[in-house]
């Protein structure tokens, strides 16, 4: 039987209940086997670095979801170093998950600069796309073919988190306790 594997990239910068609630919605939608939720390593889109470093958003990640069937935190951008490219990432994880349907997950935003993505065309070919399709925003208009995976509206972000924290006010229920406990011990984000 060929695993389906959806794949849900991102900085998680830090992770939060978004990201969470997302990569659940992708899993039963998509009836995948697993969701493998990948930290960049250096985003090819994004201006600015991440304010934590990968070996931490990593770490989150994982704990974030420890414990949660069908949800994998996977390294592979972080082994390979350098521009996080989701060509290589999906030809790393090829060669790792032999035979496997793959579903990369993406939300809207991402589908809009996806002609700007490296070999975007060569992705089309490796994986299916599932767009993220979000109650309340607006609707699609990408001609990308694919599983469009419908959720709630979620109004948080990492940058409103991290700019949360430098300016000491709570993130409690915005990421899980134990993400919210290692961004404490580990003093991020407070001198954004």
């Known amino acids: 039987m060929t695993p389906r594997i959806g794949i849900l990239g991102g900085t998680f910068?830090?992770?939060h209940v978004g990201h969470?609630?997302?990569a659940a919605c992708a899993r039963e939608?998509?009836?995948a086997d697993r969701i493998l939720l990948i930290p960049n390593f250096c985003s090819p889109l994004k201006a600015a670095a991440p304010?934590?470093?990968f070996v931490d958003r990593l770490a989150m990640l994982?704990?974030?979801i420890d414990g949660v069937a069908g949800f994998v935190a996977s390294d592979v951008e972080g082994r390979r170093g350098g521009i996080s490219f989701t060509i290589d990432t999906l030809r790393d994880l090829s060669q790792e998950i032999t035979g496997a349907r793959f579903h990369l997950v993406l939300g809207q935003d991402s589908v809009a600069e996806f002609t700007l993505w490296k070999d975007h065309?060569?992705?089309l070919q490796m994986a299916e796309i599932a767009v993220v399709e979000r109650t309340g925003a607006a609707a699609s208009t990408s001609m990308i073919p694919g599983t469009r995976i419908h959720m709630p509206r979620i109004d948080i972000s990492s940058t409103m988190i991290r700019q949360a924290i430098s300016e000491k006010r709570a993130i409690d229920y915005f990421v899980?306790?134990?993400v919210a406990?290692?961004?404490r011990d580990h003093h991020l984000y407070a001198n954004n």
């Open 13 to 15: 910068d830090p992770v």
């Open 20 to 22: 969470l609630i997302l």
């Open 29 to 31: 939608q998509l009836q």
């Open 51 to 53: 304010v934590a470093p």
């Open 62 to 64: 994982r704990l974030a």
């Open 121 to 123: 065309a060569a992705i």
């Open 176 to 178: 899980p306790t134990l």
């Open 181 to 183: 406990r290692y961004i």
